[in-house]
């Protein structure tokens, strides 16, 4: 390109902007930019450093840029336009460039053949020969003719930022003034003069064009792109901030369909193509997708793409602005999952509440089973909920209770490895897992300690068939499902299994409301049997004989011969029970050395001897025959363990299902069996009875000094009336007092937790 006339072949604007589209590198569009915005020479270039911008205005922000000497020069200061400071920092924190080190560590010889390689791209892409002349002294006098004819910046203060020696050299640029520019230019010497008169306002200089504003808008973010196909959807126009974003450059993509930059799902659905026809038919269109970096990487982008038509209507390709949102769309979707996550733990939390609620209101032990499978099912926490009782009787299984899902199809959700964990009929012929049983669920816990941990077992990736067609294949996808024993102390009374296509299901805090739910159908389970007991009038007295050797005193009784008889049986907590017994033929040392090896017993005393044996006592932890008992709702009345055989007699509530009873027992201790079994009716003895009954068994002196004792406030904490005032007051002694109160105390105690029919001698007369 010759310009030696600059007035005719200096850089048309268009031609500057196509220099900075064919920039592949944002070290190629600051060279183009420091030449034709900053005016500087490629020798000052090469000597230029960060340290050499200076901000001189903060608001709004304007930058100087003190120009280092060269060739023997002096420095100068040039004007460094807002857009082009920001790129620059932009390149200098990119690159790591400390303030001291050079910009472009380079020749001046070598940033003029970039310049020049750029300029041959421009030609090659726009298809005009002369851009493969531009130099970056042409860049220089474009400066100087944009400053001065553009922005009518004054002379003077172009020669000094540019570096030009004279005026003349600027002479060029300056055309002839018309006619009406004269008048215009002498137009403030005919208004009067003072302030805010006269001269020429600000607004007066030509305005910012509109493709400026858009370049600035670009370069201020890499999240933004512009390029433009033609009307077949082919890229036609590709400039620097599409490069940035995509990973392209110009010679790769320029003539490659739009497609390109879609995923390969959207491709097959024609997605561009429709896109395309969108923004024609409706004067342009907005879509949010997938798109594609050269490299192969997704990312998030909000695509706006509008018809491009000319003068007469003709429609000659498209506009594309294109908007990284990964970051928008990354945050939305946080905020989506922790939503999902919220909802999915409020409705677990509606589950439990529901099942709490049914617990409540339910009358037997079936009752609480359906209830409690249908409140977790109704709802969005679970696809389906079931509990197998585990109950086996000529090898089938004989209880099975759910709810959204029909109770044949539930053999297709349980896990493989469940099913081959399943209690085995051989081993237990019809009964309900407990703590002992070593095939049952919670095994494991058990054997970790004495006291039973609920555990939960998760099985992923499980087919869910709650839905199922007329040729029986599933309708659903897969999912998660859960098992938790239902417990009460070391009894567990069956499974409670539920299925779920939530994803992330069954995370520790969700496992744990499992466990709550377990115990607590546990404890319902439990106490419903027991209430249905104390209501019933007619009961059912049965008797067991167990002989297995687990038990403390069955062994202790085989191996010293000796006897025992259960006194009184006092619960302590869930597992743990208070054994009184009589104790005949052996040495109560001999059995406390028995018992100090056996881990179920916690410890044991020896409470008073007399004439015929000993009083003992037992602290006996864990799975027993009588706890066993206790826990499936039924009353043990006489225990007594003779020549290693225990004889129970118990009696539970004349609709308990006795199978499940004794099935349960000898889960825990196979070497039992009932032996008897009989209905009676309970004796019923009214507080009138029991009163009168009480007042047989206490004397006179008895009665009186328990009266006057609770009336004066002997009882009451802190003491009304203290022992000495209650004796003066009957005229007796407080020894003789003493006396009565501890007798009178112990035949109403005795009254009370003893058998009233029983006679356990006369009340002792003083």
């Known amino acids: ?51 050499d911008v200076e901000q001189v205005r903060i608001d709004p922000p304007r930058y100087l840029v003190r120009v280092p000497a060269v060739d023997d020069g002096s420095g100068r200061t040039a004007y460094l336009p807002t857009h082009v400071e920001r790129e620059l920092r932009r390149y200098a924190r990119s690159n790591g460039l400390s303030t001291d080190d050079r910009i472009f560590p380079v020749t001046a010889r070598r940033l003029q053949m970039l310049v020049s390689e750029v300029a041959d791209r421009a030609a090659e892409f726009l298809d005009q020969p002369t851009l493969a002349d531009a130099s970056t002294s042409d860049l220089r006098q474009y400066f100087a003719r944009t400053a001065l004819v553009d922005h009518a910046v004054n002379p003077r203060v172009v020669k000094t930022v540019g570096g030009w020696r004279s005026f003349e050299a600027l002479e060029p640029y300056l055309p002839e003034p018309t006619d009406a520019e004269i008048v215009d230019a002498f137009d403030a010497a005919e208004r009067p003069s003072g302030p805010g008169r006269g001269g020429s306002g600000a607004g007066t200089g030509p305005m910012v064009s509109d493709d400026s504003v858009i370049r600035l808008l670009l370069a201020a973010s890499d999240r933004y792109a512009l390029l433009r196909l033609d009307a ?130 339910s009358t037997d032990h079936e009752e609480i089973e359906t209830d409690t499978c249908a409140a977790l099912a109704d709802g969005r926490a679970y696809e389906c909920a079931w509990i197998d009782r585990a109950t086996h ?35 237990l012929a019809d009964g309900e897992w407990t703590a002992t049983d070593p095939d049952g669920p919670g095994a494991e816990a058990e054997r970790t300690g004495n006291e039973r941990e609920t555990t939960v077992s998760v099985a992923t990736d499980v087919p869910l068939m709650t839905d199922r067609d007329e040729g029986g294949e599933s309708n659903d996808g897969t999912g998660a499902v859960a098992r938790v024993p239902l417990t009460y102390g070391d009894t567990v009374y069956g499974t409670l299994s539920v299925a779920t296509e939530r994803a992330g299901a069954f995370d520790p805090d969700e496992r744990r409301w499992l466990e709550t739910i377990g115990r607590q159908v546990g404890y319902a389970i439990a106490a419903i049997r027991r209430r249905n007991l104390l209501l019933s009038d007619n009961v ?26 259960l006194d009184s049986l006092v619960p302590v907590s869930e597992s743990t029970q208070l054994y009184y017994l009589r104790l005949e033929g052996a040495s109560p040392a001999d059995v406390f050395e028995l018992a100090a090896d056996d881990p179920g017993v916690a410890d044991c005393r020896l409470v008073e001897t007399d004439e015929d044996g000993w009083r003992v006592e037992f602290v ?17 009345l006489e225990a007594v363990t003779e020549g290693g055989v225990t004889t129970l007699t118990a009696e539970c509530a004349a609709d308990a299902d006795v199978r499940t009873i004794v099935t349960g027992l000898r889960a825990a201790f196979p070497d039992s069996e009932l032996v008897g079994k009989r209905e009676v009716e309970r004796t019923v003895q009214t ?61 109403l105690l005795r009254t009370f937790l003893d058998d009233p029919d029983e006679d356990n001698g006369s009340a002792e007369s003083t």
């Open 1 to 51: 390109m010759s310009l030696e006339e600059p007035d005719s072949a200096t850089l048309s604007r268009s031609q500057y902007e196509s220099l900075l589209d064919a920039a592949e590198t944002y070290r190629e569009a600051l060279v183009v930019r420091l030449c034709g915005d900053v005016g500087l020479r490629p020798t000052e270039l090469t000597e230029l450093t960060v340290d």
């Open 232 to 361: 077949d959807g082919y890229v036609e126009r590709w400039n620097r901030s599409a490069a940035a974003m995509f990973g392209y450059r110009a010679g790769e993509i320029v003539g490659t369909h739009i497609s390109t930059f879609y995923t390969d799902d959207a491709v097959d659905d024609g997605v561009p193509e429709r896109t395309l026809a969108a923004a024609l038919e409706d004067s342009g269109t907005e879509t949010d997708g997938w798109r594609i970096h050269e490299d192969g990487t997704r990312f998030r982008a909000t695509e706006v793409v509008s018809p491009l038509r000319d003068e007469q209507g003709r429609h000659r390709g498209f506009a594309v602005f294109v908007r990284d949102a990964s970051a928008v769309h990354e945050e939305v979707e946080s905020v989506r999952a922790r939503r999902d996550e919220l909802e999915d733990r409020y409705a677990v939390a509606t589950a439990h509440r529901a099942v709490t609620r049914s617990l409540f209101e």
């Open 393 to 427: 009787s000529n090898q089938r299984r004989e209880w099975r209770v759910s709810s959204g899902i029909d109770p044949d199809a539930v053999t297709h959700l349980v896990p493989e490895q469940w099913r081959e964990e399943t209690v085995s009929t051989t081993d």
């Open 540 to 565: 059912v007295e049965l008797e067991f004989d167990c002989r297995d050797a687990d038990s403390i005193f069955v062994n202790a009784s085989r191996r010293f011969g000796c006897r025992f008889e």
């Open 620 to 636: 006996v932890c864990g799975s027993s025959p009588a706890l066993t008992l206790t826990e499936y709702g039924v009353t043990v």
């Open 687 to 747: 507080a009138r009875e029991f009163r009168e009954g009480l007042e047989d068994r206490l004397t006179d002196r008895q009665a009186a000094s328990l009266r006057a004792a609770y009336s004066g406030g002997y009882y009451d904490w802190p003491r009304e009336s203290t022992a000495e005032e209650i004796a003066d007051a009957m005229g007796i002694s407080s020894p003789t007092l003493h006396n009565h109160l501890r007798k009178g105390q112990h035949e």
